[in-house]
């Protein structure tokens, strides 16, 4: 390695897992994090990889799953944030759920006791000191507003942002397991589950329609000005969903397929909502997809009115933070650098990926990315036909330029999905006459991820 040293700001999780993987591969690597003295409207504390949101990677099947195969081949390229996860894994059907304490604290000590390392606290007021010729930019969805303000004036891009919610934690003792029922989705057992890891509260009909007429009518926080931005569709504000119909929530996150009720098999419920495991003593459990932005005193009454949730305490309501994220196609190259100041590399959240592993993921490659910078070299990035490079070309360049402008003619946040890789195309199996349900589409992704797996590999 040459003498430069790696400086990363914000220690969340793509900063971690870039700095894991410079440091690995024999960078020097000072990390700038300016929590816990300094903290954002989300975080609790100054533990890296904190999750602000939920305490789920989401789906872990690598075959037919675009999550569970990013999950795969970030493990195959020494991942950190996955090893961890791995390791502090929650019982959550066929997701992979972590104990967000035990996770954050793994990661920190890993992260402290690496001896290419070190950790200087405080916050970095706007652009990096001259220098630093080798920074990754990891401050997440959450930067503070001087370095935002000193990005913008680089990128002369107007700020894009969107609200990102956070959805209420429940203490296990005040919930009624005299209605509620434990049971995954299709009976489905995950990494460490049973395929009973969700405990499900049914409504029927009245009960659902006197929710929604709560949700609509409950009051809401009201933002400034400048936070009035568009959500991410992925995760929207549970009275959100309500306002844009009123089964919206039924054909979403209440959803009552796959689930049967053991005290009353006969009767299906009109509407189920779950709540997915968040500690492991099993004593917090997360309200599924019910992030909000009601006023928190409201929360706590809309939300007793779900059966077995009538004498609810919470642990913690819901809120929303303001995320920022870069026009990334138009100012980032392929070594994710800031076109206007190269010796920044942007990685995460801020890059324009959503999700805990999505942001992990831009993480590894910036990480990588700079330990070559480091050695007077260049990588690039995965091939495509990866769900790392998929997601990677999703943030550089894939999307459709206006007529006669350089940049795209929208940019939005992405979570890993197949419909970033490029197509396959399968055959019948011998003897078959013809596809049945799902069967073709759970080829086509097996398929994809088996390709991405051999792909992968030398990269990794």
């Known amino acids: 390695m040459s003498d430069q040293v790696i400086h990363i700001i914000g220690a969340g999780l793509a900063g971690s897992e870039a700095a894991w993987q410079a440091a690995e591969a024999g960078a020097d690597v000072v990390i700038h994090e300016m929590r816990p003295l300094k903290l954002t409207e989300a975080h609790l504390g100054g533990g890296f990889a904190e999750l602000v949101c939920s305490n789920s990677f989401r789906s872990d099947d690598f075959e037919h799953n675009a999550v569970g195969l990013l999950h795969e081949e970030m493990r195959r390229c020494g991942s950190l944030i996955m090893r961890t996860a791995d390791a502090h894994k929650l019982p959550a059907g066929g997701a992979l ?73 429940v203490h296990s003792e005040s919930i009624d397991r005299d209605i509620v029922w434990a049971q995954s989705r299709y009976d489905k057992a995950g990494p460490g589950g049973t395929g009973a890891d969700y405990l499900n509260c049914p409504m029927d009909e009245a009960q659902y329609n006197r929710f929604v007429d709560a949700l609509l009518g409950g009051e809401k926080h009201v933002y400034h000005q400048w936070e009035n931005v568009p959500y991410f569709d992925g995760c929207l504000p549970v009275e959100v969903m309500a306002e844009r119909g009123r089964e919206t929530l039924r054909y979403g996150p209440l959803k009552p397929v796959g689930l049967t009720n053991p005290r009353n098999p006969e009767v299906k419920p009109y509407a189920i909502v779950q709540l997915r495991q968040d500690n492991a003593l099993g004593t917090l459990w997360n309200m599924v997809g019910f992030q909000t932005k009601l006023k928190y005193g409201r929360q706590a009454e809309i939300f007793r009115m779900i059966p077995g949730l009538e ?85 550089i360049g894939g999307h459709i330029a206006a007529e006669g402008e350089p940049g795209p003619r929208s940019f939005q946040p992405m979570n890993v999905n197949f419909g970033l890789l490029p197509p396959v195309t399968v055959t019948k199996p011998e003897g078959v006459g013809r596809w049945r349900g799902t069967d073709k589409a759970m080829a086509k992704r097996k398929a994809m991820s088996d390709r991405a797996l051999a792909d992968i590999a030398a990269w990794a």
């Open 311 to 395: 004498h609810a305490q919470f642990a913690r309501l819901g809120g929303l933070h303001h995320n920022t994220f870069l026009n990334s196609p138009k100012v980032l190259d392929r070594q994710l650098r800031l076109k206007a100041q190269p010796r920044l590399r942007f990685a995460g959240q801020n890059t324009g990926v959503e999700g805990y592993v999505e942001s992990a993921a831009i993480g590894l490659v910036a990480g990588r990315m700079a330990a070559a910078t480091a050695r007077g070299e260049t990588i690039d990035a995965p091939v495509t036909t990866t769900a790392l490079g998929a997601l990677f070309d999703h943030i």
């Open 97 to 169: 759920a972590v104990d967000r304490v035990g996770f954050s604290d793994a990661v920190t000590a890993a992260v402290r006791a690496h001896p290419n390392i070190s950790v200087e606290f405080g916050q970095i007021a706007g652009l990096p000191p001259a220098e630093w010729q080798n920074v990754i930019v990891a401050t997440g969805p959450l930067t503070s507003r001087p370095l935002a303000e000193a990005i913008q004036s680089l990128t002369g891009e107007a700020e894009l942002a969107f609200f990102d919610a956070i959805a209420p934690i």
